[in-house]
Every structure is written in structure tokens, then in C-alpha cells.
Nanobody, 124 residues
Framework: QVQVVESGGGLVQAGGSLRLSCAASGRTFSSAAMGWFRQAPGKEREFVAAINWSGSNPVYVDSVKGRFTISSDNAKNTVYLQMISLKPDDTAVYYC?????????????????WGQGTRVTVFS
């Protein structure tokens, strides 16, 4: 099994920045990619960004391109999501997950282990 723990959420004014961290432990060698998803109140969970553990091929949902950057640190088994120019629409609980499929995939169905989430609230 793989354990996933997110951190770094908080309350931030529109236009501000946050960096989320996702630490994986356990059988991390079975994971090929890590992804970030988010779920806003009353909405379905949506894909945000993902990256292969090698650091290759970062992918983003269109709404965050140019504002969010995903990166990985293999030595620390940690993936980061740097978020700038935050908007109220970015308000959500952000979840990190691991996938055994490289790519990385953007469908939640391809992710195996999930964290408990970290809340991001952006106010105007």
C-alpha cells in the first residue's frame, strides 16, 4: 500500500499564492505518477495536474495552465503544486493521488491511493 498525505492548504486572497505538498510513503516503487485533483462545494471532483515520478510530462487542466506548476522530488517522495494568481474559483479541497500508470493519466479512475485532502479557500 501507499500512504499519501497532503499539506499546504489555507486561506488566501485572490491574486495570492500557495504551495501544496504531497508526501507518499510505503510501497511507492509501485507508483508511476502522481496527480492533483480538486473538489469544490457542490461540484464533482476534477483533475488539476499530474506528473510522472521521473518529473516528465507534466499535464494541466486548461483552467490552471500558466498559474499552477506541478513538480516532483523523488528523493523525498514528494510532489508539489505551486499555485499563483489564485482566483475564488480555485476554492476547493485539493487531493493528491498515486497511479501505477505512467503518462501521467488525468482520469481519477486511474489513480489508486488518495490522500485526505487539503482545503484551499481563495477570497476576493
Amino acid at each position: 500500500q501507499v500512504q499519501v498525505v497532503e499539506s499546504g492548504g489555507g486561506l488566501v486572497q485572490a491574486g495570492g499564492s500557495l504551495r501544496l505538498s504531497c508526501a507518499a510513503s510505503g510501497r511507492t516503487f509501485s507508483s508511476a505518477a502522481m496527480g492533483w485533483f480538486r473538489q469544490a462545494p457542490g461540484k464533482e471532483r476534477e483533475f488539476v495536474a499530474a506528473i510522472n515520478w521521473s518529473g516528465s510530462n507534466p499535464v494541466y487542466v486548461d483552467s490552471v495552465k500558466g498559474r499552477f506548476t506541478i513538480s516532483s522530488d523523488n528523493a523525498k517522495n514528494t510532489v508539489y503544486l505551486q499555485m499563483i494568481s489564485l482566483k475564488p474559483d480555485d476554492t476547493a479541497v485539493y487531493y493528491c493521488a498515486t497511479s501505477r500508470r505512467p503518462g501521467p493519466p488525468s482520469s481519477a479512475l486511474d489513480y489508486d491511493y488518495w490522500g485526505q485532502g487539503t482545503r484551499v479557500t481563495v477570497f476576493s
